[in-house]
């Protein structure tokens, strides 16, 4: 199936606004390459660190050269349930690398926050921050020269992303990401987010809603919803930075441990004393990042990916705005539908075909690049098929059937839920934004309705407590960007925002912070560029203004005549308190932080 033109044309663009940064990143990492093992040119003394605490064998191999010895990087700690599974994983690579003729060894781990936790709290302001924490971490993982590959285990929102761009800045490396898997399907989320609502509405108490919660979240292994962390799942599995069908195997199992055994042995084939040398700085091209795009806007994906991919590209040299976005979402149709988008979680769309399946309808419909290059060898043809376990234990790859198991969960191209992606960019004299429709009906996507202006989450939370939200409204909540306090999410928001959108009003948010994968029902413009810390035109709004979203046609608009618009002198300020739960210590990332068009990250 050929290219489709609009994908031809988009990956052409990216390509030749990054030619000069790309040729620079692909000369740096060509400089960095050894052409044998990395410890070679080490120091006695260097070499002789690197493998005091090895067992015998392994320092023998280590002395030589001609053993591959490979880093694991780990965001592992027992607290969060996704993360709680790679437990034993640096063990099971281990050995299966030993039994392949190579070395591993535990190079480091990273910090793994979860946002479940901290929403609405103040470790929230820590959180973007938190991925390029995590790059810098790994960075430091991989700083010893050690390595000629390298396997890094994570699952969640800012971990992968910051995984990818630590690595990228080795990107002489080749690296494969490994999952941990979903937890089973708990409590249905329609039952969850009728709970949550009924809270918000006043008509239960705590106990209940924690029971329910407790119901959805209740095991180790990544929450089912399609939010952030699944997100990153299915975007590093289209990008070809998994091994094929790995994203969605619960943890616990033969076959999951069959797949971290299956990378283990993988790597070492890609590493430079191999014969497929497949560096991630070289795998992560343009066509692998707008691959990555189009699977997001097909799933109906995190809106936090219009940050991480933009800043995951940046990484590589690769320059990817919020119109090449826009442009491929116009033509990628929507073929899932998961929670927050639907009530089928994770599990329901692995059982209906997952990966497998949606791969392949996008390369048959020309909207990936199918000549894309993965860990798995070869390109993301290979993808098409879908692992199972062998008789001898092993990992082994079978075509997927060519029909969808459920169609209410995973649809072909020609019979998608939506002729155009999930994640649309309006704009405007209010900045650009995010919106996420996958979830919103159509009915809801546009609004023209006064502006009601807040500067925190507690001010709208107690003025709709007070009734004063009551009515058809759009909600101002500026200084939430990551110059003015490290763009937190704000879900607590969406509950009362249904509520009244529930009650028959037409109600929408607009604000310069963040709501993630698991953005619902209520229309909500995000990320609005340039944030109101930065003299953003969110800074000049006043109560009572009225605002004109339409995410069908791409505006974001105050209805105010521009000269008196441009002549307002701005109001409030960031949050004066951004001391405690570690917030003191970002203050140099509040200043050296850019905007949410290029993702928001500290790194120049």
Same mark, same amino acid.
């Given at each position: 199936?050929?290219?489709?033109? *609009? ?53 023998? $191999?280590? +002395? ?21 599974? #790679? ?29 479940? %936790? ?12 938190? +991925? ?43 690296? %494969? ?50 939010g952030t962390a699944n997100s990153n799942q299915l975007l590093m599995e289209v990008m070809g930075l998994h091994l094929p069908g790995a994203s969605f195997v619960p943890p616990g199992t033969g076959l999951r441990d069959a797949l971290t055994e299956a990378a283990a042995r993988r ?26 795009? *189009? ?11 219009? #940050? ?13 705005? $919020? ?49 894309? +290059? ?22 082994? $790859? ?63 939370? &107690? ?39 529930? +009650?028959?009003?037409? *109600? ?29 035109? #969110? ?7 009225? *605002? ?30 951004? $001391?405690?739960?570690?917030? &003191? ?20």
């Open positions: 199936m050929a290219v489709h033109p *609009v994908l031809e044309r988009v990956t052409r663009r990216v390509a030749e606004r990054s030619a000069g940064r790309r040729a620079a990143y692909l000369a740096r990492i060509e400089k960095a390459r050894t052409r044998g093992p990395a410890r070679g040119g080490m120091g006695c003394a260097n070499l002789a660190h690197g493998f005091a605490a090895c067992g015998v064998q392994d320092k023998l $191999w280590l +002395r030589g050269n001609v053993t591959p010895n490979i880093a694991i990087v780990s965001a592992y700690n027992d607290m969060l349930s996704a993360h709680q599974p #790679l437990k034993d994983y640096p063990d099971l690579i281990k050995a299966a690398i030993r039994a392949a003729g190579g070395t591993a060894q535990f190079a480091g781990g990273v910090p793994a926050m979860c946002d479940g %936790i901290t929403q609405g709290r103040a470790g929230m302001e820590l959180s973007l921050f938190s +991925r390029d924490v995590v790059a810098m971490a790994t960075a430091v993982a991989l700083s010893h020269d050690m390595f000629d590959g390298a396997l890094m285990l994570g699952v969640c929102d800012k971990i992968v992303p910051g995984l990818v761009i630590g690595a990228l800045s080795f990107g002489h490396l080749p690296v %494969i990401l490994v999952p941990a898997g979903p937890m089973a399907s708990g409590l249905p989320n329609a039952d969850k987010a009728r709970v949550r609502k009924r809270y918000a509405a006043g008509e239960i108490g705590r106990d209940e809603l924690l029971a329910a919660e407790s119901a959805s979240y209740h095991s180790p292994g990544t929450c089912t919803f399609y790597v070492l084939k890609l590493t430079d004393l191999a014969d497929e040398y497949t560096p991630i700085g070289q795998l992560m091209d343009e066509r692998a990042l707008v691959n990555g795009v *189009v699977a997001l806007l097909a799933t109906g994906g995190s809106t936090n990916h219009t #940050l991480h991919l933009v800043a995951m590209a940046a990484a590589a040299g690769i320059e990817l705005t $919020w119109d090449d976005f826009d442009e491929l979402s116009k033509v990628t149709p929507l073929l899932t539908r998961l929670y927050p988008n639907g009530t089928a979680d994770v599990n329901h769309f692995h059982a209906a075909g997952g990966t497998a399946f949606l791969i392949g309808e996008l390369i048959d419909a020309g909207l990936v690049h199918e000549d894309a +290059r993965t860990v798995g060898g070869g390109t993301l043809a290979a993808y098409r098929r879908t692992p199972e376990l062998g008789a001898d234990g092993r990992a082994v $790859w079978r075509d997927a059937a060519p029909e969808s198991g459920d169609l209410g969960v995973l649809r072909p191209v020609d019979e998608p839920f939506d002729t155009h992606g999930g994640l649309h960019t309006v704009r405007g004299n209010l900045g650009r934004a995010v919106v996420k429709v996958s979830a919103v009906r159509p009915e809801h996507r546009t609004i023209e309705a006064p502006a009601r202006v807040f500067e925190t989450q507690e001010a709208l939370h &107690e003025a709709f407590g007070a009734g004063e939200l009551d009515r058809d409204v759009v909600a101002v909540v500026r200084y939430q960007g990551p110059r003015a306090n490290g763009m937190p999410e704000l879900h607590r928001l969406t509950p009362p925002l249904a509520v009244l959108q529930d +009650r028959g009003h037409r *109600v929408a948010l607009v604000t310069d912070g963040r709501m993630s994968g698991a953005s619902g029902a209520v229309p909500a413009a995000i990320h609005v560029s340039p944030e109101a810390a930065a003299g953003g035109p #969110l800074a000049r709004v006043r109560d009572g203004d009225v *605002v004109r979203l339409d995410a069908d046609k791409g505006l974001l608009e105050i209805l105010v005549p521009d000269e008196e618009f441009e002549a307002r002198p701005p109001e409030g300020a960031p949050p004066g308190d951004r $001391w405690g739960t570690g917030r &003191e210590l970002f203050e140099s990332f509040r200043r050296a932080v850019g905007p949410a068009e290029q993702g928001a990250g500290v790194f120049a």
